[in-house]
């Protein structure tokens, strides 16, 4: 198994870095944190670290300290660089790029946003590249089993769901039958009787908030891709 992505949050506010966290760790990633910049430098001396998420209460020189030390190293294994600045911070945020940057954010910031750009430097770097299927009203990271909703909100999926939604996914338009399902994506207890199949897709499109999966009456249920699915 490949060893978990590691994150460090330098000197990020405390609402942000708790909910940075928790979006981070549940799609599988280490998160560290550093309060002052002597921790920091403690920390990123250890390396093995893979993004560095440094913030606006850090002032812009330690940043830039910081960057210059141990950033613009990505291509020889070294930490990749976020630095979130306030808006009217132009001059650092243009300074913070050409000391080799990966990325500058303007605060106030969106959470999710800022997640989503820290799994975009993990990916460049082939570390926890996410499984994305798009649906109409929801995205799934099936690697790390995230149901995000266009409304902000997340929830997780059961190992049993995921297998499900595998399932539907590798036959699309093709009629699958409880027999096909019972087979493939077996129940996560050992209540798999031939009833329990509607219940199990009834929840499942419930948390996907889809009309993709169809119930075909007297034969099985069906996965018809939205539109805009990507495989």
């Known amino acids: 198994m490949a060893a978990r992505a590691v994150i460090a949050l330098v000197s990020v506010a405390d609402v942000v870095a708790t909910e940075l966290a928790d979006h981070l760790e549940r799609r599988g990633h280490d998160v560290r944190q550093a309060r002052q910049p002597w921790e920091a430098e403690s920390l990123l001396a250890g390396k093995g670290i893979d993004v560095v998420v440094v913030g606006d209460s ?43 940057a990966a990325d500058v954010v303007e605060s106030p910031l969106n959470v999710r946003e800022l997640a989503a750009r820290v799994g975009g430097l993990l990916s460049r770097r082939g570390r926890g590249s996410p499984e994305l299927i798009v649906l109409e009203n929801a995205t799934v990271d099936l690697r790390s ?87």
């Open 58 to 100: 850090l002032s812009q020189a330690d940043g830039r300290d910081l960057l210059r030390r141990h950033g613009g190293q990505g291509g020889e294994g070294g930490p990749e660089f976020i630095l979130i600045c306030r808006p009217s911070d132009l001059l650092d945020k243009v300074l913070a790029l050409e000391l080799g």
């Open 145 to 231: 089993a995230i149901v995000m909703h266009r409304s902000g909100t997340e929830e997780q999926l059961s190992p049993g769901q995921v297998a499900l939604l595998r399932l539907f996914l590798a036959s699309p338009r093709k009629v699958l039958t409880r027999d096909d399902i019972i087979a493939a994506a077996p129940a996560e207890n050992a209540d798999a009787f031939d009833r329990s199949i509607d219940s199990r897709i009834v929840r499942l499109r419930r948390k996907l908030d889809t009309e993709t999966i169809t119930t075909i009456r007297g034969a099985g249920y069906r996965f018809d891709p939205p539109a805009q699915f990507v495989d």
